[in-house]
């Protein structure tokens, strides 16, 4: 078995059929197979599966995780999954057809262990005014990723879990998904795929973004409101928070720092300098509302959610002692 596409589910059966639809456009040479990890759905999910099944152009397998987490149901599949090369997505996506395709072909040409691709918007309702085209900020709120038409390594860089594919050696080499820190119901926690990147670093595993590797994921209405944006920020605060307690990593800039936490000055569990950048960031705020400058204001507001989401979960773990920048904690298989 060449490819394996593993998509975790989630009460979705309405949207992963049309999902399964997309799969079933796939032009792929080599033998592949699709697997599908219900992670307790309420829905009909397990029977849309069963009936795609009927007559998938590929064998097309159901599975069920009873732990809750999207990381758990991918690690799932991934202990089952019979091929070479792993990718995974979403319940809520499109495929291009040439997708598993360009995936083998960047993994040869780049000589990486795995990818990260695009991830191009498919609007359920108006994009407001706040959430800009391009990339910015807000295209993680939605998982959306565009990083441009060329490839570039996943050193400064992360990708998002809707579009990536690996050799099945690196999962080997670096471990499966951690739980604890990805998306589960009742939680927008989400810094699972750069922990796992971190690991896959220490483990001295390339990773790249590949342009030619493209999803379109559907961005549904209920999450193209600030509020949602608001709490999304909160929660990715406490996700940052909770990577920085295990691993070191700057919460602002965790590819790209150089500082050893361990020997930065500390408030409340928070490295001192934090306290001024959101203070900052409370008056450029003020200062956008003045001008009447509602995007800018906005952008300042989330960052101010961010911040009150370190605050809540390093408040918690404020006496527990910051790991150094270059211990790597390296998890077991879930």
């Given at each position: 078995?060449?490819?394996?596409?593993?998509?975790?589910?989630?009460?979705?059966?309405?949207?992963?059929?049309?999902?399964?639809?997309?799969?079933?456009?796939?032009?792929?040479?080599?033998?592949?197979?699709?697997?599908?990890?219900?992670?307790?759905?309420?829905?009909?999910?397990?029977?849309?599966?069963?009936?795609?099944?009927?007559?998938?152009?590929?064998?097309?397998?159901?599975?069920?995780?009873?732990?809750?987490?999207?990381?758990?149901?991918?690690?799932?599949?991934?202990?089952?999954?019979?091929?070479?090369?792993?990718?995974?997505?979403?319940?809520?996506?499109?495929?291009?057809?040439?997708?598993?395709?360009?995936?083998?072909?960047?993994?040869?040409?780049?000589?990486?262990?795995?990818?990260?691709?695009?991830?191009?918007?498919?609007?359920?309702?108006?994009?407001?005014?706040?959430?800009?085209?391009?990339?910015?900020?807000?295209?993680?709120?939605?998982?959306?990723?565009?990083?441009?038409?060329?490839?570039?390594?996943?050193?400064?860089?992360?990708?998002?879990?809707?579009?990536?594919?690996?050799?099945?050696?690196?999962?080997?080499?670096?471990?499966?998904?951690?739980n604890t820190i990805g998306r589960k119901a009742g939680t927008l926690l989400g810094q699972e795929v750069r922990e796992w990147c971190s690991r896959a670093r220490a483990a001295n595993l390339k990773g790249f973004y590949s342009p030619?590797?493209?999803v379109h994921h559907v961005i549904p209405a209920d999450r193209l409101t600030k509020k949602y944006f608001r709490k999304w920020f909160y929660w990715h605060g406490i996700s940052r928070a909770i990577l920085y307690q295990t691993k070191?990593?700057?919460?602002?800039?965790?590819?790209?720092?150089?500082?050893?936490?361990?020997?930065?000055?500390?408030?409340?569990?928070?490295?001192?300098?934090?306290?001024?950048?959101?203070?900052?960031?409370?008056?450029?705020?003020?200062?956008?509302?003045?001008?009447?400058?509602?995007?800018?204001?906005?952008?300042?507001?989330?960052g101010l959610w961010f911040f009150a989401g370190v605050v809540k979960e390093r408040w918690k773990d404020r006496r527990q002692p910051i790991p150094p920048r270059r211990d790597l904690v390296t998890l077991q298989d879930n």
């Amino acid at each position: 078995m060449k490819f394996s596409v593993v998509i975790a589910t989630y009460n979705r059966a309405e949207e992963l059929v049309k999902t399964l639809d997309s799969l079933r456009k796939l032009q792929v040479a080599d033998p592949w197979e699709v697997l599908i990890v219900d992670n307790n759905s309420a829905d009909n999910t397990k029977e849309v599966v069963l009936k795609a099944a009927e007559d998938f152009p590929v064998p097309l397998r159901y599975l069920h995780e009873q732990q809750q987490g999207r990381s758990a149901a991918l690690n799932t599949g991934i202990k089952a999954a019979k091929g070479e090369i792993i990718a995974t997505t979403d319940d809520d996506v499109r495929v291009d057809p040439d997708w598993l395709t360009n995936a083998e072909r960047a993994l040869q040409q780049l000589g990486c262990d795995y990818l990260g691709g695009k991830a191009l918007p498919i609007w359920s309702g108006q994009r407001p005014a706040w959430i800009p085209e391009g990339r910015s900020i807000h295209w993680a709120v939605i998982a959306l990723l565009d990083y441009g038409p060329k490839p570039l390594p996943l050193d400064d860089y992360v990708a998002i879990g809707v579009n990536m594919v690996f050799r099945r050696e690196a999962f080997e080499r670096a471990g499966l998904w951690d739980n604890t820190i990805g998306r589960k119901a009742g939680t927008l926690l989400g810094q699972e795929v750069r922990e796992w990147c971190s690991r896959a670093r220490a483990a001295n595993l390339k990773g790249f973004y590949s342009p030619d590797l493209v999803v379109h994921h559907v961005i549904p209405a209920d999450r193209l409101t600030k509020k949602y944006f608001r709490k999304w920020f909160y929660w990715h605060g406490i996700s940052r928070a909770i990577l920085y307690q295990t691993k070191g990593l700057d919460m602002e800039s965790p590819e790209s720092t150089a500082l050893d936490f361990s020997t930065v000055p500390h408030i409340a569990g928070i490295p001192r300098y934090m306290f001024r950048t959101y203070l900052q960031s409370f008056f450029s705020m003020i200062s956008a509302f003045v001008r009447a400058d509602q995007a800018a204001a906005f952008e300042h507001e989330l960052g101010l959610w961010f911040f009150a989401g370190v605050v809540k979960e390093r408040w918690k773990d404020r006496r527990q002692p910051i790991p150094p920048r270059r211990d790597l904690v390296t998890l077991q298989d879930n």
